[in-house]
């Protein structure tokens, strides 16, 4: 009985007492938060507080140095879309815009060697919703930084089943485009019930967008709703000092 | 023009021509195959690197007595896993292990040679290829490797895509790019071993990496440079091993010597291609 309450979570993802740390050196120690279906996560802090090795972890790209990260039942590989922050992806790598967007699908047909007509009226779908399907046979190398992301985020749809993280998705894009897609993870967790995890820099579409917030510098420094954390002593002293600059 | 045909048409008849033909195509095709996903990767040093591995146990394995298929493919396909594990750990100084593995192991091999028979004509041939080289058991080999290189890479091309285009992004996905990159390895290793005495230790990495360089000069999707290189590939041995027929040339250095023609023939097309879209 202890055993198995020990290793299961009602919540969609629970994290006990997380560290990690690149070759000893901790990065985030002691982290305790929960992830519920349904959630909008946001996770703040400064340069280098962990928020990227977080996402790695969730991921499972990164094993955790102490504690445990559990999955609530249902939570399965191939269902979690992800936008990496920076990706270590050639300049000159040979592959279409529709070649990139349809390898997010690659995570639910286990087996099939081709992709699906289901597969390719999603790519579609998620082109569209980002503004790509005219550039949709451009080979990928041959776009500009803000058009690369929209790619990737549009790859990362596709793969996104119950749960979508995303590493600082605007960066890089104009704001006609950051406030579309601000609507649209939006649209994902209100309509469509996913689970959205979110670092940003930008503390006011955080309040503005999400219902939890993850605040980290080396450890948890806040975890709650976001009502909460408005309230806070923390929020005001960086949301306080971003005004500034 | 018409002479030099006929010329290449009696060759023929000989059943060692036939056998040379169609392993090196066969190996080409495959090594193109592969070349796609290891350059892409920048892995294109473990092609290299397998290749100067599979000299020493070749060598090895004629001081021992051993029968030289059976003994290097093992070793070659060890030394794959190995590399592939050293050039993954950047703190190690990938490209700086494998130059070392690759040259202890030429080293070995030329000791063993210099112990029994010394530099003749044979080490000749192991290290720039030759015609003659074909065996039956080679030719079933190598066309048993090339319809598994073939099914596998058409079964899970786009799963090769997607390792080799974002790993992390696969692995978050839920692939398992390990299990894919070790696989290529491995298939490379082989690969490498059964091409090794029809185009040369020195010179089989070259057929991993010109026909995926020059295939990427002028297409722009995974798929056409996948398609492209391989029909490269099959086209450059064919004239290739033609041109080794009628001047008597080593086989590897002239295949390899063609593909180096149709690199710069493919930098060209692509260099115009890209400013007429301007
Ligand atoms: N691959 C790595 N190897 C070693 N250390 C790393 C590696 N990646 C990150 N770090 C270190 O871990 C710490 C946390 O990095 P992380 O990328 O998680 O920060 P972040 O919160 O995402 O920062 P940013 O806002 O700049 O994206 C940093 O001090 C960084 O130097
Ligand atoms: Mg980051």
Same mark, same amino acid.
């Given at each position: 009985?202890?055993?198995?309450?020990?290793?299961?979570?009602?919540?969609?993802?629970?994290?006990?007492?997380?560290?990690?740390?690149?070759?000893?050196?901790?990065?985030?120690?002691?982290?305790?938060?929960?992830?519920?279906?349904?959630?909008?996560?946001?996770?703040? @802090?400064?340069?280098?507080?962990?928020?990227?090795?977080?996402?790695?972890?969730?991921?499972?790209?990164?094993?955790?140095?102490?504690?445990?990260?559990?999955?609530?039942?249902?939570?399965?590989?191939?269902?979690?879309?992800?936008?990496?922050?920076?990706?270590?992806?050639?300049?000159?790598?040979?592959?279409?815009?529709?070649?990139?967007?349809?390898?997010?699908?690659? @995570?639910?047909?286990?087996?099939?060697?081709?992709?699906?007509?289901?597969?390719?009226?999603?790519?579609?779908?998620?082109?569209?919703?980002?503004?790509?399907?005219?550039?949709?046979?451009?080979?990928?190398?041959?776009?500009?930084? @803000?058009?690369?992301?929209?790619?990737?985020?549009?790859?990362?749809?596709?793969?996104?089943?119950?749960?979508?993280?995303?590493?600082?998705?605007?960066?890089?894009?104009?704001?006609?485009?950051?406030?579309?897609?601000?609507?649209?993870?939006?649209?994902?967790?209100?309509?469509?019930?996913?689970?959205?995890?979110?670092?940003?820099?930008?503390?006011?579409?955080?309040?503005?967008?999400?219902?939890?917030?993850?605040?980290?510098?080396?450890?948890?420094?806040?975890?709650?709703?976001?009502?909460?954390?408005?309230?806070?002593?923390?929020?005001?002293?960086?949301?306080?000092?971003?005004?500034?600059? | 023009?018409?002479?030099?045909?006929?010329?290449?048409?009696?060759?023929?008849?000989?059943?060692?021509?036939?056998?040379?033909?169609?392993?090196?195509?066969?190996?080409?095709?495959?090594?193109?195959?592969l070349?796609?996903?290891l350059?892409?990767r920048r892995c294109s040093m473990i092609g290299d690197g397998l290749s100067h591995v599979a000299f020493g146990a070749l060598a090895l394995a004629?001081?021992?007595?051993?029968?030289?298929?059976?003994f290097s493919l093992p070793v070659v396909v060890i030394a794959a896993i190995l590399l592939l594990r050293i050039s993954e750990n950047s703190r190690m100084g990938g490209d700086a292990a494998i130059a070392m593995i690759s040259s202890a192991s030429l080293a070995i091999g030329v000791i063993a040679i210099?112990?029994?028979?010394?530099?003749?004509?044979?080490?000749?041939?192991y290290m720039?290829?030759?015609?003659?080289?074909?065996?039956?058991?080679?030719?079933?080999?190598?066309?048993?490797?090339?319809?598994?290189?073939?099914?596998?890479?058409?079964?899970?091309?786009?799963?090769?895509?997607?390792?080799?285009?974002?790993?992390?992004?696969?692995?978050?996905?839920?692939?398992?790019?390990?299990?894919?990159k070790t696989?290529i390895a491995m298939?490379t290793a082989i690969t490498i071993a059964?091409?090794m005495?029809?185009?040369?230790a020195m010179l089989i990495s070259a057929?991993v990496i010109?026909?995926?360089?020059?295939?990427?000069?002028?297409?722009?999707?995974?798929?056409?440079?996948?398609?492209?290189?391989?029909?490269?590939?099959?086209?450059?041995?064919?004239?290739?091993?033609?041109?080794?027929?009628?001047?008597?040339?080593?086989?590897?250095?002239?295949?390899?010597?063609?593909?180096?023609?149709?690199?710069?023939?493919?930098?060209?097309?692509?260099?115009?291609?890209?400013?007429?879209?301007?």
């Amino acid at each position: 009985m202890e055993k198995a309450l020990k290793n299961t979570t009602l919540h969609q993802i629970e994290c006990r007492n997380l560290s990690l740390s690149y070759d000893g050196r901790t990065v985030l120690e002691g982290a305790d938060f929960t992830v519920d279906s349904g959630d909008y996560l946001c996770i703040v @802090g400064e340069n280098g507080s962990g928020k990227s090795t977080l996402i790695k972890a969730l991921l499972s790209l990164k094993r955790p140095s102490g504690g445990e990260i559990i999955f609530g039942e249902g939570l399965g590989k191939g269902q979690i879309g992800y936008l990496p922050q920076q990706t270590n992806i050639q300049r000159d790598f040979p592959a279409t815009v529709s070649e990139v967007v349809l390898s997010g699908c690659l @995570g639910k047909s286990s087996f099939k060697p081709f992709y699906s007509a289901e597969d390719k009226k999603r790519a579609a779908m998620n082109m569209e919703r980002m503004g790509i399907s005219d550039i949709a046979s451009v080979c990928y190398r041959e776009l500009s930084g @803000g058009q690369m992301q929209r790619v990737l985020l549009a790859r990362a749809l596709c793969a996104a089943e119950k749960m979508i993280l995303l590493d600082e998705p605007v960066s890089g894009l104009d704001p006609l485009v950051t406030k579309e897609m601000y609507r649209m993870i939006e649209e994902l967790n209100r309509c469509y019930g996913m689970t959205v995890i979110m670092v940003s820099h930008d503390f006011s579409a955080a309040v503005k967008y999400a219902t939890k917030i993850l605040h980290l510098d080396r450890s948890v420094k806040f975890f709650g709703t976001k009502e909460d954390y408005i309230k806070s002593p923390i929020f005001g002293r960086f949301a306080g000092g971003n005004e500034d600059d | 023009m018409i002479d030099m045909l006929s010329t290449l048409a009696s060759y023929f008849s000989y059943k060692f021509v036939i056998c040379a033909f169609i392993v090196g195509g066969l190996v080409s095709l495959c090594s193109s195959l592969l070349g796609v996903s290891l350059v892409l990767r920048r892995c294109s040093m473990i092609g290299d690197g397998l290749s100067h591995v599979a000299f020493g146990a070749l060598a090895l394995a004629t001081v021992l007595g051993a029968s030289p298929l059976a003994f290097s493919l093992p070793v070659v396909v060890i030394a794959a896993i190995l590399l592939l594990r050293i050039s993954e750990n950047s703190r190690m100084g990938g490209d700086a292990a494998i130059a070392m593995i690759s040259s202890a192991s030429l080293a070995i091999g030329v000791i063993a040679i210099s112990l029994t028979t010394g530099m003749n004509t044979d080490v000749n041939s192991y290290m720039f290829g030759s015609l003659s080289a074909m065996e039956d058991g080679d030719v079933i080999l190598s066309i048993i490797l090339s319809v598994t290189v073939l099914l596998f890479y058409l079964f899970f091309f786009n799963r090769i895509f997607a390792v080799t285009f974002d790993e992390s992004f696969a692995k978050a996905a839920g692939l398992r790019s390990e299990l894919y990159k070790t696989a290529i390895a491995m298939v490379t290793a082989i690969t490498i071993a059964i091409g090794m005495r029809v185009i040369g230790a020195m010179l089989i990495s070259a057929l991993v990496i010109f026909p995926a360089l020059s295939a990427m000069r002028v297409f722009g999707s995974f798929k056409g440079v996948a398609v492209c290189a391989s029909v490269l590939s099959v086209v450059c041995a064919f004239v290739g091993i033609s041109a080794s027929c009628l001047f008597s040339l080593p086989t590897g250095a002239a295949i390899v010597a063609v593909n180096a023609a149709a690199f710069i023939i493919f930098s060209v097309i692509g260099k115009v291609k890209r400013s007429l879209k301007r």
